[in-house]
């Protein structure tokens, strides 16, 4: 009987131990997801840039029976606010998402010298084009931002126990 005790407080004591490891490892992990949600054509603004989705338009299927891809292509417009020079390079490096589908490309239109160093007071247009598969041809999707664009409002939410993020609904 001693022994099952003894076995039994061992047990409960090891449980204890290993839910306050839990905690501590999870305690400054943001559990709630803020998501700002942006319409196509609104403007977006930081402290340095502004821009907008202006479209998102599909092609014909392309690629043969064993792959097919449709060409989806986001344009948008940007605009260094600041009186600096900016990157605005992560811009490329955002997602298009179909539910749980996301879709990332360095295809498109743009002038790479200026995404990299957008002189003050300068708008560029930056056109996107990724290969999505072709049951989302003519589906809604949402463009989600990369976060490197805004990373002082993502620290901010992360201090208050959330994620951040931007999302455009096309």
């Known amino acids: 009987m001693k022994i099952k005790l003894l076995l039994l407080v061992l047990?409960?004591?090891?449980?204890?131990?290993?839910?306050?490891?839990v905690y501590e490892v999870n305690k400054g992990v943001a559990i709630k997801y803020d998501l700002d949600t942006y319409q196509k054509d609104e403007w977006i603004a930081d402290d340095k840039l502004?821009?907008?989705?202006?479209d998102l338009s599909y092609g014909a299927i392309e690629g043969d029976e064993d792959y097919s891809y449709?060409?989806?292509?986001?344009?948008?417009?940007v605009e260094n606010t600041s009186e600096e020079t900016i990157s605005v390079s992560q811009l490329i490096e955002s997602k298009l998402s179909y539910g749980m589908d996301?879709?990332?490309?360095?295809?498109?239109?743009?002038?790479?010298?200026q995404v990299k160093e957008l002189p003050p007071n300068t708008t560029?247009?930056?056109t996107l084009v990724y290969s999505v598969a072709p049951k989302y041809k003519n589906k809604a999707a949402q463009f989600y931002i990369d976060q490197n664009?805004?990373?002082e409002k993502v620290k901010e939410q992360f201090k208050h126990g959330k994620r951040?993020?931007?999302?455009?609904?096309?």
């Not at 996301?102 to 010298?113: H, K, L």
């Not at 951040?164 to 096309?170: C, H, T």
Request: glycine residues 10%; aromatic residues 20%.
């Open 11 to 21: 047990f409960l004591f090891g449980v204890g131990i290993w839910g306050y490891r």
């Open 50 to 54: 502004r821009f907008t989705v202006i």
């Open 70 to 77: 449709v060409p989806a292509t986001v344009k948008m417009e």
């Open 102 to 113: 996301y879709y990332q490309t360095m295809d498109g239109e743009f002038d790479v010298n």
């Open 124 to 126: 560029i247009p930056i």
């Open 149 to 151: 664009l805004y990373t």
């Open 164 to 170: 951040y993020g931007i999302v455009v609904d096309l």
